[in-house]
Nanobody, 115 residues
Framework: QVQLVESGGGLVQAGGSLRLSCAAS????????MGWYRQAPGKQRELVAV???????NYADSVKGRSTISRDNAKNTVYLQMNSLKPEDTAVYYC?????????WGQGTQVTVSS
């Protein structure tokens, strides 16, 4: 089992920045993928960004150039730095941890961007 604890969400004005963190604990295997998804009201959950244990990253087009995902393997923690935030970035952001056949989700952290 893997537990995920997210932090860093909140209310920010358009154009502002936020940094989300997600710490994983439990049975952590070295080959894994961590990332962030988000779900806005009335919409499906969508990928924001992922990073594998080797450091390769992938971003949704909607956040590319404005967000940076990074990880600290020693701390089993993934970060999402979001800049130039827009009202359409408002959503609940979920951390995810994938290892082998297993996918774990965090409880979600609310990000609200006011115009």
């Amino acid at each position: 089992q893997v537990q995920l604890v997210e932090s860093g969400g909140g209310l920010v004005q358009a154009g502002g920045s936020l940094r989300l963190s997600c710490a994983a604990s439990g049975r952590i295997l070295s080959n894994n993928r961590m990332g962030w998804y988000r779900q806005a009201p009335g919409k499906q959950r969508e990928l924001v960004a992922v990073i594998i244990s080797g450091g390769r990253t992938n971003y949704a087009d909607s956040v590319k150039g404005r967000s940076t995902i990074s990880r600290d393997n020693a701390k089993n923690t993934v970060y999402l730095q979001m800049n130039s935030l827009k009202p359409e970035d408002t959503a609940v952001y979920y951390c995810t941890f994938v290892s082998g056949l297993y996918t774990y989700w965090g409880q979600g952290t609310q990000v609200t961007v006011s115009s």
